[in-house]
Nanobody
Framework: QVQLVESGGGLVQAGGSLRLSCAAS????????MSWFRQASGKNRDFVAT????????YYADSVKGRFTISRENAKNTVYLQMNGLKPEDTAVYYC????????????????WGQGTQVTVSS
């Protein structure tokens, strides 16, 4: 069993930055591929970014490419999402997810989810 706890969300003006963290329990963190998804009010939960368990391969949604950076620190059982150049359309609840995946941008392949952290970007 893995428990994920996100933090770092908040209210920021357009153009600003936030860094989200996702802390995982258990000693198997390094065995999992880790991803961030987000869900805006009334919309589906969409893929944002993935970092594979190797730590050297990452993928991003087109909407965040060049602005967001995903990273992981296995010694701290933590995955991060650095978000720069935030836009009002980035407003959503951000979730981290853990699994051993191939189709990394599909919600249904992840075994574990955090409770989410709200990010609100004002214009």
């Amino acid at each position: 069993q893995v428990q994920l706890v996100e933090s770092g969300g908040g209210l920021v003006q357009a153009g600003g930055s936030l860094r989200l963290s996702c802390a995982a329990s258990g000693r198997t963190f390094r065995s999992f591929d880790m991803s961030w998804f987000r869900q805006a009010s009334g919309k589906n939960r969409d893929f944002v970014a993935t970092i594979f368990r190797s730590g050297s391969t990452t993928y991003y949604a087109d909407s965040v490419k060049g602005r967001f950076t995903i990273s992981r620190e296995n010694a701290k059982n933590t995955v991060y999402l650095q978000m720069n150049g935030l836009k009002p359309e980035d407003t959503a609840v951000y979730y981290c997810a853990a699994g051993i995946v191939v189709d990394f941008n599909r919600r249904d392949v992840y075994a574990y989810w955090g409770q989410g952290t709200q990010v609100t970007v004002s214009s």
